[in-house]
């Protein structure tokens, strides 16, 4: 059996680690010792030097040579939440040790959340909910009916095919849409394999009734999105942001969005988050903010993400590769 131990904030150990979880763990590993955070971890040193596999997800431990050498047996690490940016190092990529991350299950709500955005904000229905409430009345039909997009025949863009990109695609097949997708990383051959048309991004704004951005945060995106890419949307468009909040000009968008009270924003990220107290955000009329809540936030959400690392530790006890290994080369391109 091998030994591990779980080293995250309580918050997170209780979702993603529940109790049902945990008894599966625990048939294949011996738990050394209490629940650790990064902080707590550095008081318990000694229980890291016979540790085999440690569960982490958020707050969990920075991978540093410090941290490696006092856990000299290390086999593994199972991160039961998306990115794992804040945990690796290049001393831990150069030790070889397998790292998996549930990132794949946290797409699942993420992608949920877009679709329903992306059907509602065809519909108008931001906008038009306010100004039914301002108007007391349903006269602003009349006013805009023939120019909402609707969810027959309109363009959808897809910024970044990742996992969450591709997924949201997928959802979007069973309507009668047309997808487009911007991703340098993918060819115009799998972009047809996938069932959207690949194009450059500042066509993809030009084009799309709903745009969706999915771009990892790195230092080569920051700013990615521009306010000519707002002002050059279609009337009646939206942009929906569940990636990061810096891959936005923020200050460009904000002054775009004031010139074009016809567009929707949906903002579930932004930087810094939350906006500034005395940020327009807050108060534009045509930006809906969500508190970063596309992610998995449920119980259930939670939970699913501690069961994939269940099954991948399934596969790692079996010596089967493990299907959501993060590598050094793919971590580059990641959020």
């Not at 709500?109 to 955005?117: F, G, I, K, R, T």
């Not at 939970?303 to 790692?316: D, I």
């Amino acid at each position: 059996m091998l030994n591990g131990l779980f080293i995250l904030h309580d918050e997170a150990c209780r979702k993603i680690y529940t109790p049902e979880v945990r008894k599966e763990i625990e048939k294949h590993v011996h738990i050394l010792g209490p629940q650790l955070d990064a902080r707590t971890v550095r008081d318990h040193e000694a229980l890291l030097e016979g540790v085999e596999v440690i569960f982490s997800g958020w707050g969990g431990p920075k991978l540093d040579a410090s941290f490696l050498e006092a856990a000299p047996r290390l086999k593994a690490v199972f991160y039961g939440a998306g990115s794992v940016k804040s945990m690796v190092t290049e001393d831990f990529w150069d030790r070889n040790i397998p790292i998996t991350s549930a990132y794949a299950a946290n797409a699942v709500p993420v992608a949920e959340y877009v679709l329903s955005q992306i059907l509602f904000l065809l519909r108008g229905g931001w906008l038009l909910a306010q100004r039914v409430k301002q108007d007391r009345n349903y006269g602003v039909m009349r006013e805009w009916g023939g120019e909402l997009p609707g969810t027959c025949g309109s363009t959808v863009g897809i910024v970044s095919l990742g996992m969450i990109g591709r997924r949201v695609r997928e959802l979007l097949r069973p309507f009668d849409l047309h997808v487009l997708a911007y991703d340098p990383y993918v060819s115009q051959e799998q972009g047809e394999a996938l069932g959207v048309e690949m194009c450059g991004l500042e066509e993809l704004f030009r084009r799309s009734d709903v745009i969706t951005l999915h771009t990892p945060w790195l230092k080569e995106t920051e700013g990615l999105i521009t306010g000519e890419h707002f002002a050059s949307m279609k009337r009646r468009a939206s942009f929906i942001n569940t990636a990061r909040g810096a891959v936005v000009r923020e200050q460009e968008m904000i002054e775009a969005l004031r010139k074009r009270p016809d567009l929707q924003a949906v903002l579930d990220v932004t930087y810094p988050e939350p906006p500034e107290p005395d940020s327009p955000l807050f108060t534009l009329p045509n930006v809906m903010l969500t508190p970063h809540i596309a992610g998995s936030m449920t119980v259930n959400e939670c939970q699913r993400m501690g069961m994939y690392m269940v099954e991948e530790l399934r596969r790692f006890v079996d010596g089967q590769p493990l299907q959501w290994e993060i590598r050094r080369e793919r971590a580059a391109t990641m959020a």
